[in-house]
């Protein structure tokens, strides 16, 4: 019985997003193929705009109505990331 806890924690990491059992990405098939579209489309703007950053892009993905529900889930999960380790950065620099 202690097994199955044991298999299901060794395959056991989830997709950053929903949750879905992965092996060996930090999402499901579904969030890596969203997050390969994203990044196609970055470099396809990045040629029209040089100088436009990923956050300004993921930001304007998010606005646009065409942009998929597992491509926002994405774009999200990448704002939120990025939020998340600046707030971090801060606090180190306040602690030292
Ligand atoms: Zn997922």
């Given amino acids: 019985?202690?097994?199955?806890?044991?298999?299901s924690h060794e395959a056991g990491s989830t997709c950053a997003i929903c949750q879905r059992v992965v092996s060996s990405s930090p999402y499901c098939k579904y969030h890596a193929i969203a997050l390969q579209?994203?990044?196609?489309?970055?470099?396809?703007?990045?040629?029209?705009?040089?100088?436009?950053?990923?956050?300004?892009?993921?930001?304007?993905?998010l606005k646009l109505e065409v942009t998929g529900q597992w491509t926002v889930e994405v774009a999200r999960n990448k704002i939120r990331s990025k939020k998340a380790m600046n707030k971090l950065n801060s606090t180190e620099r306040t602690q030292k």
């Fill in 1 to 7: 019985m202690g097994d199955r806890w044991a298999l």
């Fill in 37 to 61: 579209s994203l990044r196609d489309g970055y470099s396809k703007w990045k040629s029209a705009y040089p100088e436009i950053s990923w956050e300004r892009y993921l930001d304007s993905v």
